[in-house]
T-cell receptor
Framework: NAGVTQTPKFQVLKTGQSMTLQCAQD?????MSWYRQDPGMGLRLIHY???????DQGEVPNGYNVSRSTTEDFPLRLLSAAPSQTSVYFC??????????FGEGSRLTVL | DAKTTQPPSMDCAEGRAANLPCNHS???????VYWYRQIHSQGPQYIIH???NNETNEMASLIITEDRKSSTLILPHATLRDTAVYYC???????????FGPGTSLSVIP
């Protein structure tokens, strides 16, 4: 049981580049979500999904796209990276009402 | 917006009980109270949750007031490794997004 796996752990981008942060879970969780955490700040919800084929916006969705084609995977896409998107990104999953399981985080720097 | 409010920071002497309060005055009957903590910049870790009864596990105890408008997380014998940011959230029994507030930064002092 690997839990929630995020890749890559570290990434440096130039402004305007695109990339995808991968998130996979092997616990058959319906709920998956992406958060960003800026230095010294709390977690802010970007997007979330309550099941395959269903996604919705969180608190700070602008600049990010998501899709949920399978129960296991929930990738986060940055279409045109900006320095303001420099942050640590956490993926989390859970059963419908259960505890959230978090990945180890992906640290993104946009130059 | 987060549905909970917590003090931004607290100190606790090593070996003493740490009592972390959380206000959730607008909590509905279907919402559970969950506590997580985040050590350094690791992913948050689940601690405990409850609906209306007090709960205890190997990590902590959760005391929920009778009106459910507030709760307290108790770490019975705080150690230096308990220094972390503690988040209190409420979550419904149906599908819903999970919003975190800024949490409480707990410093355990030797």
């Amino acid at each position: 049981n690997a839990g929630v796996t995020q890749t890559p752990k570290f990434q440096v981008l130039k402004t305007g580049q695109s990339m995808t942060l991968q998130c996979a879970q092997d616990m058959n969780h319906e709920y998956m979500s992406w958060y960003r955490q800026d230095p010294g700040m709390g977690l802010r919800l970007i997007h979330y999904s309550v099941g395959a084929g269903i996604t919705d916006q969180g608190e700070v969705p602008n600049g990010y796209n998501v899709s949920r084609s399978t129960t296991e995977d929930f990738p986060l896409r940055l279409l045109s990276a900006a320095p303001s998107q420099t942050s640590v990104y956490f993926c989390a999953s859970s059963y419908q009402t259960g505890e959230l399981f978090f990945g180890e985080g992906s640290r993104l720097t946009v130059l | 917006d987060a549905k909970t409010t917590q003090p931004p920071s607290m100190d606790c002497a090593e070996g003493r009980a740490a009592n972390l309060p959380c206000n959730h005055s607008t909590i509905s009957g279907n919402e559970y109270v969950y506590w997580y903590r985040q050590i350094h910049s690791q992913g948050p870790q689940y601690i405990i949750h409850g609906l209306k009864n007090n709960e205890t596990n190997e990590m902590a105890s959760l005391i929920i007031t009778e009106d459910r408008k507030s709760s307290t997380l108790i770490l019975p014998h705080a150690t230096l490794r308990d220094t972390a940011v503690y988040y209190c959230i409420v979550r419904e029994t149906s599908y819903d997004k999970v919003i975190f507030g800024p949490g409480t930064s707990l410093s355990v002092i030797p």
